[in-house]
């Protein structure tokens, strides 16, 4: 048994042993005084339905050493142990940074969520012979791009941003180019763009069903994440009453994807404004999400962009974001953009010093050719969904056991499984018939999957074969 003496000379962190089990020790120096084990997930914040928390063992009391259960920020439903004297507390926002002095004094301890459930399971457990678990184009290949070797040179001048990339975004996207502010990815345009609108403790409205990754750096930034729903009844749309019933004072950004991940809803320009006035009124942003909003240039008859719900037009509130990953098949290149009212983007510039600093120019140099050729990526992008939008709608049309809302473009739609258990249906897929889908628990709708049509034509036939065979063996 440790005395507390000896113990409160050293800082109390919350570790993860393993990356992949959300599983938690508290330590001071080596002693394990206390695990949080079999913690799941729940709303994307961290969920303990069983606590390991040994308090009485060690002969740690939070009035003791300081700890207090408001500075931990976890949530037990089932406390073995003294969860009231060890600190912890229910809270939405899973386990947080501990606010004691020892945590503080040492930068390296920082002991907030600083991972994403879905981004691991997206990068190691996705992949399947038969992968509609994907939301993106197949890939279009690099010999395609007619790349030559001065297209690769390493270095260049990109200091804040490479300026023939920064002058074709400005063209594709309608605004000046001091507007636009160059991000490896619509991910990192999300993280840059919040870091430098919210600080810690601002509330952040973020739409559910959700993209995790949205709301998991809001709560690595700090904030509060409240939430509005779109609801399946009303077709994943959103309610711009809701999202005022759920704005405070404290309310400084609204997130949106535009389309819908995961349903693949297009939110109309007015909603968008709606949603924008709602904003302004409460001195918050609007972030939107447009990375799958490329979809409708890719798709639709509009060639003429300005027709389409873009939300950065719309007011300066308005903060986008975007790529050219998730339409084009041109994940690799992380060719991604935001678009901010010019003092906000300077502003992310001069943050994004702290972060990746400058670009990897031969990379800058390839979007700038992928953007002169978009048009002929784009009508590659067009037929194959064509053909797999048809596929899609066969296979909607033969079923009963899935309710699903369904967009008119986009790679992705989200059935609702009519009876049965879908993390059932997700191991069979897997296991029995070496197929994908995304489970609707990662986007906090349980009930729901989300199925992509972006993938090779031959590979969305079979895993639609395949996902039929393990409906009718769930029945
Ligand atoms: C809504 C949304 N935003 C951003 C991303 C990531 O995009 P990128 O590959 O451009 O980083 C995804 C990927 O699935 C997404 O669904």
Not at 174 to 193: E, K, R, Y
Not at 304 to 310: G, M, Q
Request: charged share 25%; glycine share 8%.
């Amino acid at each position: 048994m440790k005395k507390i003496a000896e113990l409160i000379d050293r800082e109390l962190i919350w570790t993860q042993p393993s990356a992949f089990k959300m599983q938690y020790e508290l330590r001071a120096g080596e002693n394990v005084i206390a695990t949080l084990n079999e913690v799941r997930s729940s709303e994307f914040g961290v969920r303990s339905s069983e606590f390991g928390v040994r308090s009485s063992e060690c002969g740690v009391r939070s009035s003791e050493c300081g700890v207090r259960s408001s500075e931990f920020g976890v949530r037990s439903s089932e406390c073995e142990g003294r969860s009231s004297e060890f600190g912890v507390r229910s809270s939405e926002c899973g386990v947080r940074r501990p606010r004691h002095a020892g945590a503080h004094n040492n930068p390296m301890s920082s002991t907030r969520i600083i991972s994403s459930e879905y981004m691991q399971w997206a990068k190691m457990r996705s992949q399947s012979r038969f992968n509609l678990a994907t939301s993106g184009l197949a890939p279009y290949p690099l010999a395609d791009l007619g790349a030559a070797v001065e297209d690769l040179e390493i270095n260049g001048p990109n200091p804040y941003g490479y300026e023939p990339l920064q002058q074709a975004l400005a063209v594709r996207s309608g605004a000046a180019p001091g507007c636009v502010v160059a991000a490896a990815g619509t991910s990192f345009a999300n993280h840059l763009a919040m870091a430098a609108i919210v600080e810690p403790g601002d509330e952040v409205l973020v739409e559910t069903p959700v993209y995790e990754p949205l709301v998991s750096v809001a709560r690595y930034l700090g904030c509060d994440v409240k939430r509005f729903s779109r609801c399946f009844e009303s077709g994943f749309r959103i309610d711009p009453s809701e999202v005022e019933r759920s704005v405070t004072s404290r309310t400084r950004l609204i997130l949106i994807t535009n389309l819908h991940n995961p349903s693949g809803v297009l939110t109309d320009r007015d909603t968008l404004r709606q949603v924008g006035e709602i904003a302004l009124a409460a001195g918050a942003r609007v972030l939107v999400d447009e990375v799958y909003l490329e979809m409708l240039r890719v798709e639709g008859t509009e060639q003429d962009c300005s027709a389409l719900p873009y939300s950065f037009p719309l007011g300066p509130q308005f903060v986008a974001t975007n790529s050219l990953t998730k339409a084009y098949g041109l994940s690799g290149l992380r060719c991604g953009w935001i678009l901010a009212e010019p003092d906000l983007a300077r502003k992310m510039w001069l943050l994004n010093d702290l972060f990746g600093a400058t670009a990897a120019h031969p990379v800058e140099r390839l979007s700038v050719l992928a953007l002169r050729r978009i048009e002929r990526i784009a009508d590659r992008a067009k037929k194959l969904l064509e053909i797999n939008r048809r596929l899609l709608l066969q296979f909607l049309d033969s079923r009963d056991d899935v309710e699903t809302v369904r967009p008119e473009f986009g790679t992705v739609v989200f059935p609702k499984l009519a009876g049965g258990r879908v993390d059932e249906l997700c191991s069979l897929l897997r296991e029995k018939y070496e197929t994908t889908v995304a489970p609707g628990i990662f986007f906090e709708a349980p009930d729901h999957f989300r199925l992509g049509i972006g993938c090779e034509t031959d590979m969305l036939a079979g895993g639609l074969d395949r996902l039929s065979s393990a409906l009718d063996e769930m029945r």
